[in-house]
């Protein structure tokens, strides 16, 4: 069958051709219209012709078959795809703005911009985690931003699906990516891991607030395995002023083993944006590499450097939830607060990943000026600190594990629910209070946050506190 003329002016399965905007070694890339949809579009065509790299044939296979199930903000939108019996192509979403690639000449950048940047990137693969997918090719020239601030992931030709063949992986034995940022499993055929990307976008973390790559820019396959056993220098080394808790991140994220490296990305998220209460251990201060006595003993593990077992994206994401336990300080909330610890317990006893953030609601008046000290002189917000972490600790939590917020708003359950939503939380826990006039006229936080919250919530409530359920989906905390 002749192949359609891909030309401006021409049509293809209803879209009208415009003008060829990008052409790559892999693909072209041209403007399209079609009649119903208003958005701006862009059709990717492969490269197909005698002499072309197969791979690029199969990374583009992959690509038709994963973009038509993603969906979200920071994905861009799939409007068709054409087969290769006639004229292979996809069509998608045309975000407006350049990639993160043409910011390169600003190197490095601030480290508080750094930090905003990198936190968008680690949501938005948090998302496709989620749905899934890893992306292996995170560098700059692989995201872009919206007008309203979401990362934007594009060029999914070598990334893996979870519940998808996965072409590359069949036919081939090298690995495919960008060779400076290939985490070091992949070099030894590791495609099902989504801490990959972690080591990726620690990578690109590194260069953006160094202005250097940790592994330079060597493209060879015997250069690339050395960093199966050796680590870069640390980032302090090559700048005095770099804060301790992003090189803690960074270094985080390019350890060698996956293991090591945060264990999703949206805790990887909810570090960057909360860096005030990054855990340091002795990453943090590091100035030299590990010492070559280490290094042999990576170089000679053959754990290191041999394939690990398969693995599954959705269980390995379940392990290693955000979970919120949003707590009362107030007077008389003390039976309610151990039956949440409890709940607490139960849950992380069975989750060796999961991070525990502890939340409290300092309410303010709508109309009345806040006194930020109480009748003792006390600082209120210090104090409620305090308190959550002496919540905390009959529960022995690792302190990389534990954070503590206290959040000062008007309406506390849309504090709850926002705090939540901004920092990916799989699981809230909340407390139930007894049924009070004041409750009855305003109306229950537990309750709302229960029927708002995009994840899942545990209502709890002392058994002698119990009565008619709230919601469908409250549970009492003591249940045999």
Request: glycine fraction near 6%.
């Amino acid at each position: 069958m002749a192949r359609p003329s891909i030309e401006p002016g021409a049509e293809l399965d209803g879209f009208t051709i415009g003008e060829r905007v990008h052409q790559g070694g892999m693909a072209t890339l041209w403007t399209v219209t079609r009649p119903g949809i208003t958005a701006p579009l862009l059709m990717k065509i492969p490269r197909i012709s005698e002499g072309e790299d197969p791979a690029a044939i199969v990374s583009f296979e992959m690509e038709q078959m994963i973009l038509p199930r993603l969906a979200g903000p920071h994905v861009p939108a799939c409007f068709g795809t054409g087969d290769f019996d006639r004229q292979p192509y996809v069509v998608i979403e045309r975000i407006p703005g350049k990639t993160l690639y043409s910011r390169i000449g600003e190197l490095p950048l601030p480290y508080e911009e750094a930090r905003i940047v990198v936190g968008r990137i680690a949501t938005a693969l948090a998302d496709l985690h989620r749905q899934n997918v890893i992306h292996h090719d995170i560098k700059p020239s692989s995201v872009m931003f919206r007008p309203s601030g979401e990362c934007v992931l594009i060029d999914f030709g070598l990334s893996h699906h979870n519940q998808l063949p996965d072409l590359l992986q069949e036919e081939f034995r090298l690995p495919y990516g960008t060779a400076p940022y290939m985490a070091p499993e992949r070099l030894l055929g590791v495609r099902d891991d989504p801490r990959s990307d972690l080591f990726s976008l620690g990578v690109l973390l590194y260069f953006f607030t160094t202005g250097e790559r940790p592994f330079g820019e060597s493209e060879t396959l015997r250069g690339m395995r050395r960093r199966l056993w050796r680590d870069p220098y640390p980032p302090r080394k090559l700048r005095a002023d770099y804060p301790p808790w992003l090189q803690e991140i960074v270094l985080r994220c390019l350890e060698i083993e996956p293991v090591w490296r945060y264990p999703t990305a949206a805790q990887l998220a909810f570090e960057l944006a909360h860096p005030d209460q990054v855990k340091l251990t002795a990453r943090s201060e590091r100035l030299q590499r590990d010492p070559l006595s280490t290094v042999w003993r990576r170089r000679f593990n053959r754990d290191l450097t041999q394939p690990k077992p398969k693995s599954d994206i959705a269980a390995q994401l379940a392990a290693g939830p955000i979970v919120v336990v949003a707590l009362d300080t107030e007077e008389g909330s003390a039976a309610l607060n151990v039956c949440l610890r409890r709940t607490a317990a139960q849950l992380l006893a069975t989750l060796p990943s999961a991070r525990l953030a502890c939340l409290n609601v300092l309410r303010l008046g709508r109309i009345t000026l806040d006194r930020t000290l109480d009748e003792q002189g006390n600082n209120k917000h210090i104090d409620r600190m305090v308190a959550l972490r002496h919540w905390a600790q009959p529960l022995e939590l690792d302190e990389s594990r534990l954070t503590v917020h206290v959040l000062e708003a008007i309406d506390p359950a849309s504090a709850i629910l926002e705090f939540t939503a901004v920092n990916q939380v799989d699981h809230i826990v909340i407390g139930a209070r007894q049924h009070s006039m004041l409750r009855a006229l305003l109306g229950s936080v537990s309750a709302r946050v229960a029927a708002e919250a995009a994840c899942t919530v545990t209502v709890v409530r002392p058994r002698r506190l119990a009565s008619a359920p709230e919601s469908a989906r409250e549970v009492a905390a003591d249940q045999a």
